[in-house]
């Protein structure tokens, strides 16, 4: 079994998930429960499924939860694009 704080991809992941609550806290409160909810939700889920996948025994089993890891990230691109061009957030 492998210590996911080892992983360098956890310890950046875990930074971006406390990135995007900080980004997210000043969006309209209309979205608390849309967009707000759906970054935050997929922020948590890429160190979630690294955490999931070094629990794993087996070298096919943690590379799914990678893979699955990396797709939250992508997911997680998608939704901070597309709240910049609401206005939500300007990128620095």
């Given at each position: 079994m492998r210590d996911h704080r080892q992983l360098s991809a956890f310890v950046k992941a875990r930074e971006l998930?406390?990135?995007?609550?900080?980004?997210?806290?000043p969006f309209p409160r209309e979205e608390q429960f849309g967009l707000t909810s759906q970054l935050r939700?997929?922020?948590?889920?890429?160190?979630?499924?690294?955490?999931?996948?070094c629990a794993r025994q087996s070298e096919k089993d943690f590379l799914r939860f990678v893979d699955m890891a990396l797709g939250s990230a992508r997911e997680l691109e998608f939704q901070l694009d597309l709240a910049q061009q609401l206005g939500f957030f300007r990128r620095e």
């Open positions: 998930v406390l990135e995007v609550y900080r980004v997210t806290r939700r997929s922020a948590v889920s890429v160190p979630s499924n690294l955490v999931e996948g």
